[in-house]
């Protein structure tokens, strides 16, 4: 892996403060041990510090001089008796070296050598405030929104390292397809894909893996993983990633647990896949993400209507955001180090309060190095479906009869990520198949025998 280009994303930031003087000073997290027990909690890098640094190890700072565009590193000094637990570090120069800074101190030394740079403001984050008290402080909005837009746009490190991330747990849910048999469990399919993603380099799950079968794949974040998959005509819905280098992939796949979906599972299966291919279709630079959303609204719409799921005059359908009871989530979120990246909503954004667009994650332009995920899905979930037939104007265009006969589907959503092009956009996971005969001829080959 190439060095990581701290001294960039430091510049980046700087540019989104809008200064030319005064130093950033941020500090990393801290290992921390688990109550009543000297057991230590899996560490996770502060996203922000990680960010401007590309250390992933606990107990580092790091600072950037504005005017001279010097990056300094702090390394946390290991004593004699710690380096019989952990290890010998590498030397300053060798943590300087590594990380693309131009110095480096270790970490009792922050007051004296930040002192030394007799910085006019000093900014940080709102976290590491009572660590800089010694320092005059910018308010510490300004840098955590500043780090935050940086974070939005992807350089060419990031890009590489996140199509990495996507190549291995594509090939991950590829393995799952493959291998599951009828009367298996969620938690063995989940220990199957986090074993081959650790395996193949990531440093673990990007977020609580999704594997829901049957009636739980309409429980949005299901995480429960412990049911047995022993109905041959139940979907399973696997959202599931790995974060590799310490950045995250986001990919669902549902696919049936026996040789091939039942009827109702294929017709929401073929809606979902074209809501999907659509907006993937549209997303390009200087269009309104919320609109993505609207588009698979429309989608959706004219799907469930052939189905006879909807009835009356597609407009007014959309008109009453009938089919934000079938898709109660958003169309898809920024992606990065976080799997729900910063910056999707600007400073004065509102988020609209409508149904399946209150949780919409992002409200902004499209720009090309944006990283979204693009999410659809049609789940049938009792308490929504009981709020819509109660709700007179969404009612009126729901056949809940024929709904009924759907239940058993539980949900289908597909998810790939995509980088924004200055032409179009690049698919990061267009090696995770999704077309129902390239699914149903793996469930087929795993199932035959």
């Known amino acids: 892996m190439p060095v990581y280009p701290a001294k960039q994303h430091f510049a980046a930031t700087a540019g989104h403060l809008g200064a030319d003087s005064g130093v950033i000073l941020v500090h990393g997290g801290v290992t921390l041990i688990h109550p009543d027990s000297d057991t230590e909690y899996e560490f996770h890098q502060n996203s922000n510090f990680y960010y401007l640094s590309g250390v992933a190890e606990p107990g580092f700072a790091a600072a950037y001089d504005i005017s001279t565009r010097t990056a300094i590193l702090f390394v946390p000094l290991v004593s004699a008796d710690e380096a019989v637990w952990v290890g010998v570090p590498p030397s300053l120069d060798e943590y300087r070296a590594t990380h693309g800074f131009d110095a480096a101190h270790y970490t009792k030394d922050i007051e004296a050598v930040v002192g030394a740079l007799k910085p006019s403001v000093v900014y940080t984050l709102p976290e590491n405030a009572s660590a800089c008290s010694a320092f005059s402080l910018a308010p510490v909005e300004k840098l955590r ?222 720009l090309p190095r944006m990283v979204f995920t693009v999410e659809p899905g049609l789940y049938f979930v009792d308490a929504i479906l009981a709020e819509a037939k109660a709700t007179p104007a969404v009612a009126q265009h729901i056949n809940f009869d ?37 699914i149903e001829r793996m469930r087929s080959e795993a199932n035959c025998d």
């Not at 298996?184 to 074993?195: A, Q």
């Open 145 to 366: 929104l500043a780090v935050h837009e940086a974070r939005v746009y992807k350089d060419d490190c990031e890009i590489e390292i996140m199509r990495r991330a996507n190549r291995i747990s594509s090939a991950a849910h590829v393995t799952l397809m493959q291998e599951a048999r009828v009367g298996m469990t969620e938690t063995e399919l989940r220990g199957r894909f986090v074993g081959q993603v650790l395996a193949q380099g990531c440093s673990y799950e990007a977020y609580g893996s999704i594997v829901a079968g049957g009636r739980n794949a309409a429980v949005l974040h299901y995480t429960k993983n412990n049911m047995k998959l022993d109905n041959a005509n139940d979907v399973v819905l696997v959202d599931a990633g790995g974060t590799y280098g310490n950045y995250a992939s986001d990919i669902t796949r549902t696919w049936p647990v026996g040789p091939r979906l039942t009827d109702n599972a294929r017709e929401i299966y073929a809606i979902v896949l074209d809501m999907q291919k659509t907006v993937i279709d549209a997303c390009a630079p200087h269009k309104q993400w919320e609109d993505m959303h609207a588009l698979a609204q429309r989608v959706a719409a004219e799907g469930l209507l052939r189905l006879g799921l909807l009835t009356g005059d597609l407009e007014s359908i959309l008109a009453n955001d009938v089919v934000g009871y079938f898709m109660p989530h958003g169309i898809g979120h920024l992606i990065g180090i976080d799997t729900h990246d910063v910056g999707g909503y600007p400073p004065g954004t509102e988020r609209i309060n409508r149904p399946g667009l209150r949780y919409l994650r992002a409200r902004r332009e499209m």
């Open 402 to 438: 024929i709904v009924k006969s759907y239940h058993s589907v539980g949900g289908v959503r597909i998810e790939d990520n995509i980088v924004i092009t200055e032409s179009g956009n690049d698919n990061l996971t267009s090696e995770c198949p999704k077309e129902i005969i390239d």
